[in-house]
């Protein structure tokens, strides 16, 4: 099982570390208690120390405990924002990482009520951080939900599957549209978790997203989760097409697709 944590750093460090200007973040001088829960692939949330804002993330490449002179390397080599001073003997834990991610959308840690671990009683919002805190997948994946903006396209996901599945035998063309409606916003959703940039840079350079956005979205969705994704988003184009824009599906026809939309609505729950 992978652990992981959240982390504290100032407001500067995480804005230098959005700016790729971090690939290390140093733990004050004097722990000694090994990071034993931390290893490669563990996600870092830091929180900003004064405010506890919940800027961002970054996923540990390497843990590491460094002697003072790899350290003044490191920090020589601009690796490091805001460095301590070592004495010759004195070593001090790192953690090596490629990448900080920014959260579009700040949060504090005192509004996130909903959040728990699998094992804790009260949410994190409640928890006192003091330096570091471990987290499991379950709050992790809670977090990003929320700072990374997946929670408003997963709860609309989920209206529009309720509303196209209550409306299906009275108002197939309506239905049509809301069932497309879920799914194009479940691949949003599943497009921002599994952080496929490249689309996401394409979204934010037009203002919105565009059908050559979603379908080469869905197109990478189904390369990590399978061939049943494309499945249920070429069925939920027919609907939009077919169903809705040409009115040219009854009830039975939407019916039979709507197995699979459901399926996928339910399914990215677990991914996001």
């Not at 239905?175 to 194009?184: D, G, N, P």
Request: glycine share 4%; hydrophobic share 40%; net charge positive.
């Amino acid at each position: 099982m992978v652990y992981h944590s959240i982390l504290l750093a100032s407001e500067d460090w995480c804005k230098q570390a959005a700016a790729g200007k971090a690939k290390v973040y140093s733990f004050l001088k004097g722990r000694r208690k090994r990071i034993k829960a931390l290893a490669p692939g563990s996600v870092c949330i830091v929180l900003t120390k004064k405010t506890h804002i919940v800027y961002g993330e970054f996923t540990v490449k390497e843990v590491k405990r460094v002697a003072s002179r790899e350290y003044r390397s490191l920090v020589e080599k601009g690796l490091i924002i805001e460095p301590q001073e070592l004495q010759p003997r004195e070593k001090v834990w790192v953690l090596f990482f490629d990448e900080f991610v920014e959260y579009p959308i700040k949060v504090r840690k005192e509004e996130l009520v909903k959040v728990y671990t699998s094992t804790s009683r009260k949410p994190i919002s409640e928890w006192p951080i003091l330096g570091q805190t471990y987290i499991d997948d379950k709050a992790l994946r809670e977090i990003r939900r929320i700072a990374r903006g997946i929670q408003p396209h997963l709860e609309q996901a989920i209206s529009f599957l309720e509303e196209g599945r209550r409306i299906v035998k009275e108002n197939p063309v309506q239905a049509s549209e809301k069932l497309y409606r879920a799914v194009e916003e479940a691949v949003k959703a599943l497009t921002i978790s599994l952080n496929l940039e490249e689309i996401l840079r394409k979204v934010r350079e037009r203002g919105e997203w565009g059908i050559n956005e979603l379908e080469k979205a869905a197109l990478k969705i189904s390369e990590k989760l399978g061939d049943w994704f494309t499945v249920a988003w070429d069925r939920a184009l027919v609907l939009y097409t077919l169903g809705h824009r040409e009115a040219k599906l009854d009830s039975e026809d939407v019916e039979k697709r709507l197995s699979d939309i459901e399926k996928l609505v339910e399914k990215i729950q677990e991914y996001c």
